[in-house]
């Protein structure tokens, strides 16, 4: 059977023929039919069994039957990793590289503009990881109302990396009616509970048994000491002639060492892990594949995003705890039907993992006793007081975690600014770095040390703590400033809005007046209880009107023109009238006791008005 006889359209076609395709894979023949008519599927096979060619073909040839205007995403495939989006993606633009449709990989990691623009260009077929997706969907980038085929691509990987929760909040945003695939590699309750709420009439297509290797891996295992494996691998690399390998790791940190340690011994190797940034990722796979690199050292997160065509080595520098991931770790070399080589490292305490992996296989791996590194340390694990055994691989990596934030915090108490021993006075002496500085000088002393108690409080130390409380030993007047921190205010008169001086002004509005008898003045008037020398509202000074306090106020204008040699006004006599020319007041005199606040000087006058007005 070809892929001709499978119902693909003639582009697609010719397009599998320049990537070397010439006959469909099991999954191949039994999944694309279906897929093709619309049909939900399960599917279940290894990895690097052609599973990204049996669903990517039909949601080609179903989308380029019909491109509407403008362009809608009409296909969503979810992934767990970043590599995974991108491999995917890869194999989207290579198969349909005949057809006028456009596909991107969003994953996160990386800046989202780039992705933002290709989304709002128009595309077709949209390749994502769930992070991401539900973060620009939030945002309000992306439109998923018009999806008609839904990809779940390693859907028991997602239950391991803990994104079921975010693929369900996926599904609630797809429409009801749409065409579902699901591929797994295992098929764990957890995954079937996910099947049975997303597939209605689906065909299952299973390959080969499950959790079972791909036949074609030759298998075989070292027994060596936890010091001598990357002696072990240095000395395989060499004498195997090996010109790239895969490496796995248990830890990040484990992965970081193995690459330092091959590079010191000559061979150029990268780590690939979950604390790297997707373009030190994209670099390092990048350089493995392209010859740059020989040693390709990775966690079990990147186990899945992986897929080298000539990859023919894999190591397992550390056994892992999940029996399946030893066959996903392995599926990474022999792809599509090629040869490849599986070596695994086992120490002392891993026989458990050993064992559980050979009991998923079925049979035992067959084990290689000549080698220069033989193991010699037969001592039984370390249990903790519970009893629980202690995972020396895991106590390494906390132990360097703890190092690297040691460092961190050192070197960020060190780049905060301390007052030291010479400028901090004690016992009322000035400090080296004050004498003859003068009282600039002293100033600035202290504004550095009022600075250097700024420092995040679980940086300092209990001495610093101390000080900078004021908990000092000596005299107290020691911990006080020579001058006040904060300089004096340039208004110092009372704000009119203060309670205080409301509360006066309105009293002084509204203050009734006194009932005892006016004093008569000189010339017989009562007085009306103003201050001596002020002016009635009837006999208020007229422009150009002398204002002098030296007895002339009794003087009518008249005479104040006679004494001035001016000539009298025409209607000038004896007879004046009664306001032509006010007496002096006088104001009763008052008791020696103390004055209300309505008779306060300081508040008759703005607070903004100086004394010299």
């Given at each position: 059977?070809?892929?001709?006889?499978?119902?693909?359209y003639?582009?697609?076609?010719?397009?599998?023929?320049?990537?070397?395709?010439?006959?469909?894979?099991?999954?191949?023949?039994?999944?694309?039919?279906?897929?093709?008519?619309?049909?939900?599927?399960?599917g279940?096979?290894?990895?690097?069994?052609?599973?990204?060619?049996?669903?990517?073909?039909?949601i080609?040839?179903?989308?380029?039957?019909?491109?509407?205007?403008?362009?809608e995403?009409?296909?969503?495939?979810?992934?767990?990793?970043?590599?995974?989006?991108?491999?995917?993606?890869?194999?989207?633009?290579?198969?349909?590289?005949?057809?006028?449709?456009?596909?991107?990989a969003?994953?996160?990691?990386?800046?989202?503009?780039?992705?933002?623009?290709?989304?709002?260009?128009g595309?077709?077929?949209?390749?994502a990881?769930?992070?991401?997706?539900?973060?620009?969907?939030?945002?309000?980038?992306?439109?998923?109302?018009?999806?008609?085929?839904?990809?779940?691509?390693?859907?028991?990987?997602?239950l391991?990396?803990?994104?079921?929760?975010?693929?369900?909040?996926?599904?609630?945003?797809?429409?009801?009616?749409?065409?579902?695939?699901?591929?797994?590699?295992?098929?764990?309750?957890?995954?079937?509970?996910?099947?049975?709420?997303v597939?209605?009439?689906?065909?299952?297509?299973?390959?080969?048994?499950v959790?079972?290797?791909?036949?074609?891996?030759?298998?075989?295992?070292?027994?060596?000491?936890?010091?001598?494996?990357?002696?072990?691998?240095?000395?395989?690399?060499?004498?195997?002639?090996?010109?790239?390998?895969?490496?796995?790791?248990?830890?990040?940190?484990?992965?970081?060492?193995?690459?330092q340690?091959?590079?010191?011994?000559?061979?150029?190797?990268?780590?690939?892990?979950?604390?790297?940034?997707?373009?030190?990722?994209?670099?390092?796979?990048?350089?493995?594949?392209?010859?740059?690199?020989?040693?390709?050292?990775?966690?079990?997160?990147?186990?899945?995003?992986?897929?080298?065509?000539?990859?023919?080595?894999?190591?397992?520098?550390?056994?892992?705890?999940?029996?399946?991931?030893?066959?996903?770790?392995?599926?990474?070399?022999?792809?599509?039907?090629?040869?490849?080589?599986?070596?695994?490292?086992?120490?002392?305490?891993?026989?458990?993992?050993?064992?559980?992996?050979?009991?998923?296989?079925?049979?035992?791996?067959?084990?290689?006793?000549?080698?220069?590194?033989?193991?010699?340390?037969?001592?039984?694990?370390?249990?903790?007081?519970?009893?629980?055994?202690?995972?020396?691989?895991?106590?390494?990596?906390?132990?360097?975690?703890?190092?690297?934030?040691?460092?961190?915090?050192?070197?960020?108490?060190?780049?905060?600014?301390?007052?030291?021993?010479?400028?901090?006075?004690?016992?009322?002496?000035?400090?080296?770095?004050?004498?003859?500085?003068?009282?600039?000088?002293?100033?600035?002393?202290?504004?550095?040390g009022?600075?250097?108690?700024?420092v995040?409080?679980?940086?300092?130390?209990?001495?610093?703590?101390?000080?900078?409380?004021?908990?000092?030993?000596?005299?107290?007047?020691?911990?006080?400033?020579?001058?006040?921190?904060?300089?004096?205010?340039?208004?110092?008169?009372?704000?009119?809005?203060?309670?205080?001086?409301?509360?006066?002004?309105?009293?002084?509005?509204?203050?009734?007046?006194?009932?005892?008898?006016?004093?008569?003045?000189?010339?017989?008037?009562?007085?009306?209880?103003?201050?001596?020398?002020?002016?009635?509202?009837?006999?208020?000074?007229?422009?150009?009107?002398?204002?002098?306090?030296?007895?002339?106020?009794?003087?009518?204008?008249?005479?104040?023109r006679?004494?001035?040699?001016?000539?009298?006004?025409?209607?000038?006599?004896?007879?004046?009238?009664?306001?032509?020319?006010?007496?002096?007041?006088?104001?009763?005199?008052?008791?020696?006791?103390?004055?209300?606040?309505?008779?306060?000087?300081?508040?008759?006058?703005?607070?903004?008005?100086?004394d010299?007005?």
């Amino acid at each position: 059977m070809n892929f001709s006889d499978l119902g693909l359209y003639a582009p697609i076609l010719k397009a599998l023929q320049q990537e070397g395709y010439t006959e469909p894979t099991p999954i191949q023949r039994k999944a694309i039919p279906p897929a093709l008519e619309g049909r939900d599927v399960l599917g279940c096979a290894q990895t690097g069994t052609g599973k990204t060619c049996a669903f990517s073909t039909p949601i080609l040839q179903r989308l380029a039957g019909y491109i509407p205007h403008p362009r809608e995403i009409r296909a969503l495939i979810l992934t767990p990793t970043r590599e995974l989006a991108i491999q995917i993606q890869d194999s989207m633009t290579a198969y349909g590289r005949n057809l006028p449709l456009r596909s991107a990989a969003i994953f996160g990691g990386v800046g989202q503009q780039p992705q933002v623009e290709a989304i709002r260009r128009g595309l077709d077929i949209l390749v994502a990881t769930p992070g991401r997706l539900l973060d620009l969907h939030g945002q309000g980038f992306l439109d998923l109302s018009h999806i008609t085929m839904f990809v779940l691509d390693e859907a028991d990987r997602m239950l391991d990396m803990g994104f079921i929760h975010d693929v369900k909040r996926v599904l609630r945003l797809l429409p009801d009616r749409k065409q579902t695939m699901l591929f797994s590699a295992t098929m764990p309750p957890e995954v079937m509970g996910l099947v049975n709420g997303v597939l209605h009439n689906y065909v299952k297509v299973a390959v080969n048994p499950v959790s079972s290797p791909v036949e074609v891996i030759r298998q075989s295992l070292y027994y060596v000491d936890k010091s001598n494996k990357t002696k072990l691998l240095a000395h395989l690399m060499g004498e195997m002639d090996i010109r790239s390998a895969l490496v796995f790791s248990r830890t990040k940190h484990g992965a970081n060492r193995i690459a330092q340690d091959l590079s010191k011994r000559g061979i150029s190797a990268a780590a690939i892990h979950g604390n790297k940034s997707q373009t030190a990722r994209v670099k390092a796979l990048n350089d493995f594949k392209e010859g740059r690199v020989r040693v390709l050292v990775a966690t079990d997160i990147a186990a899945r995003g992986i897929d080298i065509d000539d990859l023919t080595y894999v190591f397992n520098y550390n056994l892992p705890d999940v029996p399946e991931t030893y066959v996903h770790r392995i599926g990474r070399t022999g792809r599509a039907g090629r040869e490849g080589t599986a070596i695994s490292f086992c120490q002392f305490d891993e026989r458990d993992e050993l064992r559980a992996i050979e009991r998923l296989l079925g049979r035992a791996i067959s084990t290689v006793e000549e080698h220069p590194f033989p193991m010699e340390n037969l001592d039984l694990p370390q249990r903790d007081r519970q009893g629980r055994l202690v995972n020396a691989k895991d106590a390494e990596a906390r132990a360097a975690a703890k190092q690297r934030r040691r460092q961190r915090d050192a070197a960020n108490k060190d780049s905060q600014v301390k007052p030291t021993s010479e400028e901090r006075p004690r016992d009322g002496k000035e400090a080296p770095a004050q004498r003859g500085a003068g009282r600039k000088g002293r100033a600035a002393v202290r504004r550095k040390g009022v600075q250097s108690q700024c420092v995040e409080p679980s940086l300092q130390s209990e001495e610093d703590r101390r000080q900078s409380s004021g908990m000092r030993r000596g005299r107290l007047e020691d911990t006080l400033p020579d001058q006040p921190s904060m300089p004096a205010p340039e208004f110092h008169r009372p704000s009119p809005l203060a309670s205080d001086v409301i509360l006066d002004a309105t009293a002084r509005l509204l203050a009734p007046r006194r009932s005892s008898a006016p004093a008569r003045s000189e010339g017989g008037r009562r007085s009306s209880g103003q201050p001596q020398g002020a002016r009635s509202n009837k006999t208020r000074a007229r422009p150009g009107q002398d204002k002098k306090q030296d007895g002339q106020r009794g003087r009518t204008s008249e005479e104040r023109r006679k004494e001035a040699g001016a000539p009298s006004l025409p209607g000038t006599g004896k007879r004046r009238r009664r306001n032509d020319r006010p007496r002096p007041i006088e104001v009763a005199p008052r008791s020696d006791r103390q004055k209300d606040s309505t008779q306060q000087k300081s508040l008759m006058r703005p607070y903004y008005i100086n004394d010299d007005n």
